[in-house]
C-alpha cells in the first residue's frame, strides 16, 4: 500500500513557476510508475505527465509540453513535476499516482494510488 501526499500548489500569476512535491509513504516507489494528472473545473481528470520506475521512459501531454517538467528521487520517495511559465487555463486540482505494471521504461500504467491533490490556480 501507498499512501501519497502532494504539496506546493498556491496562487501564482500568469508566467510564473510551481514545483510540486509528491512524497510517498508505505512503501517505496522505486518499482512504481508515477504519474501526474489534474482536473479544472467542469472537466475530466487528465494525465499531463509520467514517469517509468526506472526513469528511462518519460511522457508529457502536448497542453504542458517544454513548460512542466516531471521528475523522481526514489531514494526520497518523491515525485515532482516543476511548472513554469504558467497560464490561466493550468488552474487545477493536481494529483498524483502511482501504479505497477508495464515494465521498468513503460511511462505510462494502470495507477492504484492516488494523492489529495493540491490546488494551482493561475491568475491573470
Known amino acids: 500500500q501507498v499512501q501519497l501526499v502532494e504539496s506546493g500548489g498556491g496562487l501564482v500569476h500568469t508566467g510564473g513557476s510551481l514545483r510540486l512535491s509528491c512524497v510517498a509513504s508505505g512503501s517505496s516507489i522505486s518499482t512504481y510508475g508515477m504519474g501526474w494528472f489534474r482536473q479544472a473545473p467542469g472537466k475530466e481528470r487528465e494525465l499531463i505527465a509520467a514517469m517509468s520506475w526506472s526513469g528511462r521512459g518519460a511522457y508529457h501531454a502536448g497542453s504542458i509540453e517544454g513548460r512542466f517538467t516531471m521528475s523522481r528521487d526514489n531514494a526520497k520517495n518523491t515525485a515532482y513535476l516543476q511548472m513554469n511559465k504558467l497560464k490561466s487555463e493550468d488552474t487545477a486540482v493536481y494529483y498524483c499516482?502511482?501504479?505497477?505494471?508495464?515494465?521498468?521504461?513503460?511511462?505510462?500504467?494502470?495507477?492504484?494510488?492516488w494523492g489529495q491533490g493540491t490546488q494551482v490556480t493561475v491568475s491573470s
Open positions: 499516482a502511482a501504479g505497477t505494471g508495464g515494465g521498468q521504461d513503460a511511462a505510462v500504467v494502470p495507477y492504484d494510488f
